[in-house]
């Protein structure tokens, strides 16, 4: 379970101060699957990167499965990403060093998985995103949308207990978006994994069970994905 208790995370900027999330409360159950929407700017990338670890609020607390994670130690924040947390960040994040393969392999090796388990473990997850005929291709090699599989990929192969996705169809054509789709639904089905989906997708937010909309900063509405008005904002 994500809970958020009277979060608010505020970025400085000269004399400017952004309030990027302006005093959150709200809970995520542990088999949800949530949709996160809001226009550009209205704090959806900052309150992902909060759930997971990547950044801290400035008050309030953000609890996941009991682990609170500003006061958690290193070690317990270590944990947390290498077995419970998979992320697919809006900008991909991948490895520009490693292959295709190695990228999905990495959240393996982390976990002390052998090699040899990993690269099967990897091959099935990159055939699920249909990437099976690019796991030599190093990134700088990759399109967009293949960036963005193999990036799901990696954020999926360890079956973390919470996965974040920062707009994880955006670059995807309408035959991929469905493929990724169908793998969100997958999982939400199978219950094992809390899905937090940020998207401007209308897709993707009807397939969510609840939709959280932010607006500067702040939850404007609640509603189940089902319910979601077709305007997108
Ligand atoms: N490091 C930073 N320093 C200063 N301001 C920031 C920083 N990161 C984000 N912001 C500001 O905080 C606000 C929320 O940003 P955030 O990235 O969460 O928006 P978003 O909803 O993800 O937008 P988009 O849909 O464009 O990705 C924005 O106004 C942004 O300019
Ligand atoms: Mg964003």
């Known amino acids: 379970m994500i809970e958020l208790k009277n979060v608010t995370r ?21 088999e949800e699957f949530v949709a996160v929407t809001g226009e550009s700017g209205s704090g959806k990338s900052t309150f992902l990167h909060l759930i997971g670890g990547l ?5 309030g607390e ?12 290193d070690k317990q924040l270590t ?22 393969l190695e990228n999905v392999c990495l959240p393996l090796e982390f976990q ?4 040899r388990e990993a690269t099967v473990r990897a091959r099935q997850m990159l055939h699920l995103v249909g990437m099976e005929k690019r796991e030599r291709h190093f990134v700088h090699q990759l399109s967009g949308g293949e960036m963005q599989r193999t990036a799901i990929a990696r954020a999926l192969v360890h079956r973390p207990k919470v996965l974040l996705a920062d707009e994880p169809t955006g670059n995807l054509d309408a035959a991929n978006a469905e493929k ?13 994994t809390t899905l937090v989906v940020v998207t401007h997708s209308i897709e993707v937010a009807e397939t969510a069970e609840r939709r959280i909309h932010l607006r500067n900063g702040a939850v404007a509405e609640l509603v189940g994905g089902s319910t979601c008005p077709r305007n997108g904002e």
């Open 10 to 30: 505020r970025y400085q900027q000269g004399e400017n101060a952004v309030l990027a999330l302006d005093d959150v409360s709200l809970r995520i159950e542990a």
């Open 79 to 100: 944990e947390y990403r290498a077995h419970h947390l998979g992320i697919v960040f809006q900008f991909f994040n991948l490895l520009p060093t490693l292959n295709v």
């Open 62 to 73: 953000v609890v996941v499965n009991g682990l609170a994670l500003q006061t958690a130690s």
């Open 112 to 115: 002390g998985v052998g090699l």
């Open 55 to 59: 950044d801290k609020p400035d008050a």
């Open 180 to 192: 990724v789709l169908e793998i969100f639904r997958r999982i939400a089905d199978e219950r094992l």
